[in-house]
């Protein structure tokens, strides 16, 4: 089975920039959606992003217009690239398939305060 591991999170003020990126232990391009979670304290994991093979892209409201996902099949890897961030995206990002899953990596923290 396919496992994730998600990096670049951390610290960043209101308004500012990162780059998640997500690292499959496998080929990834056989999975036709990717896609992005995120869970906030107390609150129930969210899907933020989604990208399938062929580069379409679906994008929660809360995101739209300031997060980009995008995937490299040579590289087995996914990104979501968050921009003019808030406090309220304050969570920790995971990636996985947009399909049934059942196995979750660690995450990555993101943290939006000045």
């Known amino acids: 089975q396919v496992t994730f591991v998600e990096s670049g999170g951390g610290l960043v003020q209101p308004g500012g920039s990162l780059r998640l990126s997500c690292a499959a232990s496998?080929?990834?391009?056989?999975?036709?959606?990717m896609g992005w979670y995120r869970q906030g304290t107390g609150k129930q994991r969210e899907l933020v992003a989604t990208?399938?093979?062929?580069?379409?892209?679906n994008y929660a409201d809360s995101v739209k217009g300031r997060f980009t996902i995008t995937r490299d099949n040579a590289k087995n890897t996914v990104y979501l690239q968050m921009n003019s961030l808030k406090p309220e995206d304050t969570a920790l990002y995971y990636c996985n398939t947009a399909g049934y899953a059942v196995y979750w990596g660690q995450g990555t923290q993101v943290t939006v305060s000045s």
């Open positions: 496998g080929s990834i391009v056989s999975i036709y959606a």
């Open positions: 990208i399938t093979t062929g580069g379409t892209t």
